[in-house]
């Protein structure tokens, strides 16, 4: 058998270990790369879901309303979980700001099972008011 040949022959074993060391290395990177998709996709659509609120809580008065629909908006979060404020605070007028935030967390499917954890951050929106909000009383969701 010819030296070249030898050489070929030998390094079969070797292609295997060397794949076999890689091969988790990758396979966790990719899973990394699919979870930070899923965390934008779940931020995105929590942030558009809150300037919609935002949007909508600048041309109505109503405060349990604007949580139900920013909280319909927003995908997966709670009408308890929305928050709304006005700068300065209620009666506000025309050219007032109003602030709508939520909370939101994230338990990783994939790395969490590794120890990488949860993201837990507040997201929130502003618009200004195009009309003068009265004093509102008691803000609480329907139930």
């Known amino acids: 058998m010819s030296w070249a040949r030898r050489a070929w022959h030998s390094s079969h074993g070797q292609n295997l270990v060397e794949f076999a060391l890689v091969t988790p290395i990758l396979v966790l990177l990719l899973f990394g790369i699919v979870d930070f998709g899923l965390v934008l996709d779940h931020r995105i659509a929590l942030q558009h879901g809150l300037r919609e609120g935002a949007r909508y ?6 405060c349990a309303d604007i949580r139900v629909r920013t909280a319909d ?6 009408c308890s979980d929305v928050t709304v404020t006005y700068d300065p605070p209620v009666p506000a007028s025309a050219g007032d700001n109003v602030e709508i935030s939520a909370p939101f967390h994230y338990d990783f ?35």
């Not at 908006?73 to 709670?78: T, V």
Request: hydrophobic share 35%; glycine share 12%.
């Open 73 to 78: 908006r927003a995908g997966d979060i709670n």
């Open 109 to 143: 499917p994939f790395v969490g099972r590794f120890g990488v954890g949860t993201i837990d951050t507040t997201a929130s929106a502003s618009a200004r008011l195009e009309m003068a909000v009265p004093y509102q009383g008691d803000c609480t969701c329907p139930p």
């Open 57 to 62: 809580a600048a041309v109505h008065q109503g």
